[in-house]
């Protein structure tokens, strides 16, 4: 085996091997383990057999069979970036909305404190 | 400050990040000129002690745990207002611009309206901005117009007036980005349906510190507003919470 043909199943080794560990661990949620899950056994695959990356420029009328792996990892990071940023929003609004709740409940036991609670 | 049974008119939201040395004179005047409206201060994450000096001058202090900006320290006390019950909440800003005096005159005006805005450049008393951030408002000012089919004069400014309808959605939908608060308000309140007018006002000379204005400044205030109201006429409001709250008109007809 060339070395060549060993980053690649290394990458995807490791890869496969860290989702694992992490799930196993309760560090990841499944939903975003499941992407990178598939990510490192589309790599295993190719890294097993290179042909498929070849067969697969052929059919997409890609000159440079590697071309098409940049091609592909790039679209993947995008999406995935999109996704973060998506993520990272929602939960902007979610502790956004927790900081309003504590400030108003804050205020009511001050007020609770001070003065006998108002019953209306 | 309101005691139980007291019937609970209306509430002044001054939104205050580090402004301990006007909000105490804010809190102050409302009060005197103001009477019948009970004063919250929105500590919207401050370090130099503004929300002990505006409880120090008898306003309630909602202490917001960190910084959430304007928009956030506004919907923060529209839920406040919700929950106590308050029929309508006035927007006074902490640098003393807004001049209490003229309160009672935004609150009355919610009797035909649901939003009413507090304008400078609407013939009363004198405003003045320098060149293009002059042209960034007057574009905003004729855009919204347009959209919302009624003569506003001054779309930026923080100075307004909600009633319950108003406060419900704002509640939930009032805009957290820079200028959206202002701009971007008013349409998503236009697309509930509900009515926006405006009251003339004179504004005062902040009490401390100074506008931001400078050409590269105005610049970049036109160039946000302009995104903050591309988005604002794109963005898709949620259905059903649109919905709840009826149109003006629709409920004039039902009184």
């Known amino acids: 085996m060339t070395s060549a043909r060993i980053l690649p199943l290394f990458a995807a080794g490791f890869t496969l091997f860290l989702m694992i560990d992490l799930l196993r661990r309760h560090q990841l949620r499944e939903k975003y383990a499941i992407l990178w ?5 589309s790599v295993l695959v190719i890294a097993v057999f290179p042909g498929v990356l070849a067969n697969a420029a052929r059919l997409t009328g890609v000159q440079t069979p590697s071309n098409l792996l940049f091609f592909i990892a790039a679209l993947v990071l995008l999406v995935v970036c999109v996704q973060l940023s998506w993520e990272v929003s929602r939960l902007e609004d979610e502790t956004r909305a927790l900081a309003e709740e504590v400030a108003i409940l804050r205020l009511d036991a001050e007020k609770g404190r001070f003065q006998p609670p108002a019953r209306e | 400050m309101t005691g139980p049974g007291v019937q609970r008119s209306a509430l002044a939201i001054v939104p205050a990040l580090n402004e301990r040395r006007s909000v105490g004179l804010v809190v102050q005047s409302l009060l005197r000129d103001a009477p019948s409206v009970d004063v919250l201060v929105v500590d919207d994450g401050s370090t130099d002690g503004t929300g002990a000096v505006a409880a120090a001058a008898g306003a309630l202090v909602l202490t917001l745990p960190y910084n959430l900006g304007v928009g956030g320290a506004m919907r923060a006390g529209f839920k406040y207002a919700l929950r106590s019950g308050y029929a309508a909440a006035v927007q006074v800003d902490a640098d003393g611009q807004h001049d209490a005096a003229a309160v009672p005159a935004l609150l009355s005006a919610l009797a035909s309206a649901d939003i009413v805005i507090g304008a400078r450049f609407a013939g009363e008393g004198e405003y003045a901005v320098t060149g293009m951030r002059r042209g960034a408002m007057r574009l905003l000012a004729a855009t919204l117009s347009r959209a919302l089919r ?7 400014s923080g100075f307004r007036a909600c009633n319950r309808e108003a406060m419900t959605l704002f509640a939930r939908h009032y805009p957290v980005e820079y200028l959206g608060d202002t701009v971007e308000a008013l349409l998503i309140a236009s697309r509930a349906g509900l009515k ?32 903050a109201l591309s988005l604002a006429f794109i963005r898709r409001w949620p259905h059903d919470e649109v919905a709840d709250v009826n149109s003006h008109e629709a409920r004039q007809e039902a009184r």
Not at chain 2, 150 to 156: F, G, P, Q, R, Y
Not at chain 2, 207 to 226: C, E, I, K
């Open chain 2, 196 to 227: 926006v007018a405006q009251v003339p006002v004179v504004m005062k000379p902040r009490l401390h510190g100074t506008s931001t204005q400078g050409t590269l400044r105005s610049t970049l205030y036109l160039g946000r507003a302009s995104i």
């Open chain 1, 37 to 41: 899950l598939l990510v490192s056994v």
């Open chain 2, 150 to 156: 009624t003569e506003l004069t001054d779309v930026t």
